[in-house]
């Protein structure tokens, strides 16, 4: 699977950006796809995921309520639409995907993950 993550840029606090996830190359039937991000000086962190099929998603606990994964079967695209964006949300964004094995009850782990798009910076400030 080929992915490139997309739609990042500069936002106000308190204002919203849609990432973009376009995914190619195989039948995504049985894949999750996660939005993982990582800010300066610090680990990659998992963001949200959802299972191709849309029957699962998961928020990491700062973003719930905040953020929503959706996704496009026909146009093959992850969306992460952000809301209410704020200074420690500012990061690279990257999508990427896993072939089986998540039961949509907990994070996807980074270094579990089979494929990865190039990240997306987001960057929230006034």
């Known amino acids: 699977v080929q992915l490139q993550a997309s739609g990042g840029g500069l936002v106000q606090p308190g204002g919203s950006l849609r990432l973009s996830c376009a995914a190619s190359?195989?039948?995504?039937?049985?894949?999750?796809i996660g939005w993982f991000r990582q800010a300066p000086g610090k680990e990659r962190e998992f963001v949200a995921a959802i299972s191709w099929s849309s029957t699962k998603t998961y928020y990491e606990d700062s973003v719930k309520g905040r953020f929503t994964i959706s996704n496009d079967n026909a146009e093959g695209t992850v969306y992460l639409q952000m809301n209410s964006l704020n200074p420690e949300d500012t990061a690279v964004y990257y999508c990427a995907s896993r072939y089986r094995g998540w039961s949509g009850k907990h994070p996807l782990d980074h270094r579990s993950m089979d494929s990865w798009g190039k990240g997306t910076l987001v960057t929230v400030s006034s």
């Open positions: 190359g195989a039948s995504l039937d049985s894949y999750a």
